[in-house]
């Protein structure tokens, strides 16, 4: 009787010992648990597709696709955001898709990723949906499917 005794004692130690300890480390914000850059700052999550994910505000890039994404498919839509001569082919393509799933809530976006041509590209994660999108002159003129 003396041993389940003192195994309770430990028990009942060890649980508040562990709830002690979680509410000490409760009280630090979350982003000191995120990996830190040289700078201090957190660094976001690679994606298995996608790649390393960047904010929203990242750059004029990130801030022109995620209005693309958060605004609503329709004609002014495309031409908006899709450059003229890629405009037709990228609505045949992508249309049904982009009607059914724009405005979005939630998606990801890659960093950026600087072509030679002067055009950049990015990645996306949209509903289970990944795409490769290259931005030039301020519009979308490429859309791939991963």
């Known amino acids: 009787m ?44 690679v994606d298995s597709v996608i790649g390393q994910t960047a904010g929203a505000s990242s750059s004029e890039f990130h801030i022109l696709v995620s209005k693309a994404l958060r605004s609503p498919y329709s004609f002014e839509w495309t031409e908006k955001y899709l450059r ?10 992508y249309g049904p898709w982009l009607s059914e799933n724009l405005p979005a809530s939630s998606f990801l976006l890659s960093a950026v ?15 289970g949906a990944c795409f490769a999108i290259v931005v030039s002159g301020g519009q979308i003129v490429s859309v791939t499917k991963l």
């Open 2 to 45: 003396v041993m389940g005794r003192s195994v309770k004692l430990v028990v009942s130690f060890l649980i508040a010992a562990s709830l002690c300890c979680a509410f000490c480390f409760a009280a630090e914000p979350v982003r000191i648990f995120f990996p830190a850059s040289r700078t201090g700052e957190p660094v976001l999550p």
């Open 113 to 127: 990723h600087e072509n030679g041509d002067g055009s950049t590209g990015m990645n996306i994660r949209i509903n």
């Open 84 to 93: 003229e001569d890629v405009r037709a082919a990228l609505t045949r393509l």
